[in-house]
Structure formats: C-alpha cells, structure tokens
C-alpha cells in the first residue's frame, strides 16, 4: 500500500508545474479585464459610432429657417457690394486672383475671382476671358441671359450666399461676379499639377492590369468606371472636415449591396468629426468597430480591379480625394492573404500560392515563439541530432534565448524601417547588405547562435509573402507579444498566446460581419474561396456573409 501510494505521488507534478498552470490560467483573465477597462475608458470620450446605431438628423435649410437658426447671408445683387464682400472675406490670400473686366458692349462689368494654380490657365484665357471681353453677340442681353445660354461650359452652377461662393473659390472652382445676375456663377476648371496613372507601388502584380489609383479623386472614380459598362456601379459624394474639407465618395453595386450595409457606412461617414482628413488611414481609424484591436478591419488598396471585385462581392469602396488608397468594407481575415492574381490564374497554381502565404503567416507570428519554447523549455521535443546540433551552435553564447531573438529581431525591423525610409536606389541594397553584416558579425562575436539566424531570416521573408503590408505590420507587432509568452510559460505560453488570438478573431467582427468567415461562423458554401480556390466554374455564388440582394454570380 505505501509502494502505491509513494508510486502515486511520485506522478505528481511539483510546485513549479501548478505555478505555471495559475500563470497560465491567470493571464488571460487579466488581459481580458485589462482590454475591457481600457475599452471603455476610451470609448467613453470618443463617440465612436457603432453597429446598428443612428446619426442623428440634419437639420435642412428650409427647417433652420422656420426653427429661427440664421443662416449664411445672400448675395445682395449689388455688383460693388458683393465683389467688396467677397474681398473682405478671402482677399487677404495672396494665392487669390481677382480680375476686373467689361463684358462685350461695355455696359456689364464683371469679376473673374480664382485660385492660383488650381485651374486650367489656357482654358480659363481662351473660354472665358476672351469670350466674355470680345465674342458676346453685340445688343442689349441680360446677365442670366449670358449665365444660362452664352457660357460654354457644362458645370456650372450658382450660389445662392456669399459664404458657400468664397468656400467654393477656394476650393478650386473658378467664380463669376457679372453685374445684375442675383448671385455669383461658380465653373468647375480642374488644373494643375497632378500624377499620371502609373502602376501601384505598394501592391506589386505579375499579371493583371498595370493601373494604380492616384490622388485626384475624379481620375479614381474614372478608372472604376473604365473597369467595365455598368448601369449598377453608383457613387455618393460627401464632405468631411471642419476647418480644411475634402470629398468622400462611397461606391457600390446598387442592385448587389446590402442595404443594411451601406446604411451603416453613410452614417459612419456623416458621423466624422475631425479638422482635416489628410488621408484615407484617417477615415481607417474612425469608422472601424474595434480600435484597439491590433487588426485592421478596413482593407486599403490601390488596384481598381481589386475594388471591383470586392464590389461584385456586396463590399463598399470608399474614396478620399488627395490620396491613392482606397477603402473596402467590410473586410474579413482572409482577404488581407489574398490577391487577384489567384484568380488571373489557373485554379491549382492559385491554390498552392494561397496555401504558402497562409503558412507563411503562420511563420511570421510563431516561428521565434516556437523556437524560443523549444531551446529554453522543451529540448526533449526536438529530434536528438537536431538537439544535438543547435545546443553546440549556442555554445559560448552569453545571453538567454528571449534575449538573442530580441537581439536580431529588432536589428531586422531597424533594417526594414531604414531601407523603406532610403532613397529607392540605396534601400533594397542597404537592407540586403546591412543583414548580412549584422547576422554574420553577430554569430562570428558569439552573441547569437547560427541556428536562430536561419529561424529570424525564415520569420522575415514569410512577412514578405504577405500581400497586404498593413496585415504584415500586425504580425510583426504580435509577434514580439508571442515572444514574451513564450519566453515566460514555454509551450503552454505560446499555445495560450496563439488562442488568446483566435479568440480575439472570432468576436471582431467589421461592420457587422464576424472577421474569421466562413470559418466561425461555419459557411461551408464559402469554403470554395478560402485556404482553396475552387474553379472558375464553381464559383457560382457571392459569398453569403454579405448578405447581397442577389447571391448568384452567374444566371
């Protein structure tokens, strides 16, 4: 009896082994109390607006007036005292030009008022100016006469108020003031320096269409167009911005989107409160459903074929004026390792590639974590000879492994950052050549082993096979996180940290859809278009978590 009972006690793990487990099981209680706090603590100042929520209604025009609230004061229809208001009000500008002239006959004066630098200059020459001083038919004509039949231009409209006229001029249009016409005339002469189309620099492509978005937002909504004849692709513009304005403009397939949907991202939008949208990562940041989770729930792209595809999806593109980048909601896992080259190929070459950047992902989060629970915790689970050959590689080593990973990782991520931030000749070279260095003089000054640079150039060329770079950024961040569980519980550390993971997946959800479908919630009918791309002839329906008005590919 006391051999089985000393038999019995000798299978009990020691102290060590229950600490470990109370660590285990304590650190997520903690985090998890620790990221709520923090949620609400910051949400509670920050009017975040959240699924299914309201904007509250815009007073109109007609309704401020009767409520009493004054609205901008109008034009007078005195020529000398708008043209003074107008000075008074934005003449200070140095880049402000403000022509006086007389119409043809000499009986009207008008006032040409425009932007420097933000217009055609030949077209503002040639078919204004000239046609107003000199090709006006002679003979007694009204100004509205002139506005509506004699200016050849097809946007042009009227304000009603000095304030939005002004807001306008400086905002690229160029204005008239023609004496006896009730209100000025603002004409649309878009000018200037600007981009060509080129192909996109942060979404490298073999094959598919060598166009990329560029900072004029007419030039963007004009390459979705061009994708292909659609009376369902429609646009909405808004404007957002309380000291410096910018238009927004939502796309999407009006017989395909969700309704639910888009009404959640305009109120979204409407809902932005900020001095200056500087550029789409702004509108990233404001409208995502979780903002402190480290995984971004809007992707960003500059491939009109990629929003296009998204569209035909159910999704919702946003785009900002001045920048490249467009938005597309909502956004799930697998899309940020995904690219449009796996369907411009053949179904098994798109499949394998899919497959390696799913692995390669995997590499990028755990690969240090795994090494550092391996050499520092679990020795016995690696092969004898291959035990055998990184314990003489780490021989003469002076500093733990959690301490060695650091070592090189942040050399690599100081590497990266400088070879982005070079000029682009001296970058590709200055990474190359700067991590040969380091790894080769590290391992001859026995500061780390030669088996975990391997590990280390493993870790960064598996974040380089990711198609999106934001996505890459995530798993850089977290990774250090998996480093530090690891380097604390062993395995069990790494295997907490990647379910604590998993679990964080599996309730963000971007704008209203769960992040990890089809894989949770279950949708096996999406499962063709997830770790596998199934053949064109298989895809016949849109993905289900969209919810779409039509869920038919093909008729």
Known sequence: MIRLLATIVSYIPGWAIFGQAGVALL?????????????????????????????????????AAKSGTPGPPPFSGNYTTDLHAVQNAIGANSDLHIREFTLAGGMTRGALIYVDGMQNDRVLNMRIMQFLMYEIPAGPMSSTEIANHLLPFSQLNEADSVESFNKSVLFGHTALLIEGLPGGLLIELPGGANRTIGEPVSEALLRGPRLGFSEVLSENTSLLRRQGFSDQLEMKTYR?????????????????????????????????????????????????????????????????????????????????????????VPVTFSMLLQSPEDYYERWLPGTLLRLLRFASAFLALMAPSLYISFISFHPGLIPTELAISIIKTRQGVPFPSLIEVLILEVAIEILREAGIRLPKPIGPAMGIVGGLIIGDAAVQAGIVSPFLVIVVAVTAISSFAIPMYSAGITLRLLRFAGMLFASVLGMYGTILFFLLICCHLTKLKSFGVPYLTPVSPFRLSDWKDLFLRAPMALMKRRPVMMKTKQDKRKS
């Not at 706090?37 to 920050?46: K, Q």
């Open 27 to 63: 650190v997520p209680l903690v985090l998890g109390y620790l990221y709520k706090s923090l949620y609400r603590l910051v949400g509670s100042g920050r009017g975040q607006v959240g699924y299914g929520t309201k904007t509250a209604p815009q007073t109109p025009p007609a309704a």
């Open 240 to 328: 957002a911005g309380n000291t410096i304005q910018r238009d927004i403009v939502l796309s999407y397939m009006k017989d395909i989107v969700n309704p639910e949907l888009l009404e959640e991202v305009t109120n979204r939008i409407r809902k932005i409160d900020i001095d200056f949208l500087a550029e789409s990562g702004y509108i990233e940041q404001l409208i995502e459903d979780n903002y402190l989770s480290p995984f971004q729930q809007v992707q960003n792209t500059e491939r009109p074929d990629r929003v296009i595809s998204a569209l035909l999806e159910g999704r919702i593109a946003i785009l900002l004026d001045g920048t490249p980048f467009a938005l597309i």
